[in-house]
Nanobody
Framework: QVQLVESGGGLVQPGGSLRLSCSASENIFFFNDMGWYRQAPGKERELVALINVGGVTNYGDSVKDRFTISRDGAKKTIYLQMNDLRPEDTAVYYC?????????WGQGTLVTVSS
């Protein structure tokens, strides 16, 4: 059973930064892609950022130029560097890993952007 454990969430002021981490129980290059999704209260879960096995990245329109996804294969971890955070970035952030048609999710970490 694949396990994904997120960390790094918390409370930050508008304009601030946070880095989220997602540690996997498997070699991350085993997955076709890994990434981050988020869900705000009353809203659907949405794509934040993805990175595929070849290193190609994809971002949601609302976070382009502010968030960066990266990975460390030796640590079996992916990261999400979030800069210039805004109140509308407040959400639970979930790590996701996909192998063909199988998708695995972490438990989520809460990010709150507020003054």
């Amino acid at each position: 059973q694949v396990q994904l454990v997120e960390s790094g969430g918390g409370l930050v002021q508008p304009g601030g930064s946070l880095r989220l981490s997602c540690s996997a129980s498997e070699n991350i290059f085993f997955f076709n892609d890994m990434g981050w999704y988020r869900q705000a209260p009353g809203k659907e879960r949405e794509l934040v950022a993805l990175i595929n096995v070849g290193g190609v990245t994809n971002y949601g329109d609302s976070v382009k130029d502010r968030f960066t996804i990266s990975r460390d294969g030796a640590k079996k971890t992916i990261y999400l560097q979030m800069n210039d955070l805004r109140p509308e970035d407040t959400a639970v952030y979930y790590c996701r890993a996909r192998v063909l048609s199988r998708t695995h999710w972490g438990q989520g970490t809460l990010v709150t952007v507020s003054s």
